[in-house]
């Protein structure tokens, strides 16, 4: 137990100093996330690989954050900057050509690693992209207000995901009874799930009151979102570990599991959360 907490204050310190730090720390911050994730992911997915799996591990985390490092570049004042991208009129085409050709180039570094199943480990590379990197590029957009960056928009999206997992925890186990999901995750329950939402709901009010940069509506629907697309986030994520017979994605945080365990319903959220508020939203989200 002592090592849970020190290892969640730990954690809650260094979101909390990342967030309010600045856009540079912010950037930096979910950088490092970013990899970290992809290097947990990437190690599960390639466990069973024989040739080269620490190259490919190196190979999927590079890949999959460049969309977050490429992206986040056109936003943040850095110093290695690539302004003949952000100065350039066809910069998001030009940023997509940047994300495809390392994937050629990974075709082609296949024809020499001497693997069974070399279309199989490209696909492993892309989920990288897709699952991991493409989502936290998305929550750069959603920090972006008129004026940059603005953080209480990522801190109150975090809060609704703690919120929706924290409270579906402590209601599951205090009150649950009907297994909610029990060929993916047995201690699910429908009243935890349920509760989980309720109490998100309650967030999302309270968020509004205090955080104008949403608006009631907006803090609503990103509730909604939350409640139920970061419950199957979790759930995708249980459904990898099961597949491969493991317990936790990594053990950087000793007590809670690896990072990946940490986000998987915030990866599953951010997509879903962007698409929201560009269809429904009134505020801006660049």
């Not at 809650?12 to 970013?34: C, D, E, S």
């Not at 997509?96 to 390392?102: D, G, I, R, T, Y």
């Amino acid at each position: 137990m002592k090592q849970r907490v020190i290892s969640a204050t730990i954690f809650v310190i260094a979101m909390l100093g990342g967030v309010f730090g600045g856009a540079k720390a912010f950037y930096a911050l979910f950088a490092l996330i970013t990899a970290g994730c992809l290097w947990e992911l990437m190690g599960l997915l390639f466990a069973s690989e024989g040739n080269y799996p620490r190259l490919r591990k190196v190979l999927g985390t590079g890949l999959g954050v460049l969309p977050f490092l490429v992206y986040g570049s056109r936003h943040f004042d850095l110093p290695f900057q690539p302004y003949w991208l952000t100065d350039n009129p066809n910069a998001v085409l030009l940023a997509v050509v940047l994300l495809v050709m390392p994937v050629f180039l990974l075709f082609i570094l296949e024809l020499f690693l001497h693997s069974e199943r070399p279309f199989v480990n490209i696909g492993h590379y892309l989920l990288g992209v897709v699952y991991i990197g493409v989502p936290f590029a998305l929550l750069i957009t959603i920090s972006q207000g008129h004026e940059g960056y603005v953080p209480m928009r990522v801190f109150g999206l975090l809060l609704l995901t703690w919120t929706n997992d924290t409270m579906a925890y402590f209601v599951g186990s205090k009150m649950g009874k009907r297994p909610f999901f029990s060929r993916i995750s047995p201690k699910k329950t429908w009243e935890g799930t349920l509760g989980g939402m309720v109490f998100t709901f309650l967030a999302a009010w309270l968020l509004s009151r205090w955080i104008p940069d949403f608006t009631i509506r907006e803090w609503l629907l990103l509730a909604a979102c939350v409640s139920i697309l970061g419950t199957l986030g979790d759930l995708v994520e249980s459904m990898l570990k099961r597949s491969i017979q493991i317990k936790d994605s990594g053990s950087l945080m000793p007590g809670h599991g690896g990072l990946l365990d940490r986000f998987d319903s915030f990866i599953f959220v951010l997509p879903f959360a962007w698409l929201t508020l560009m269809l429904f939203g009134s505020s801006s989200v660049f």
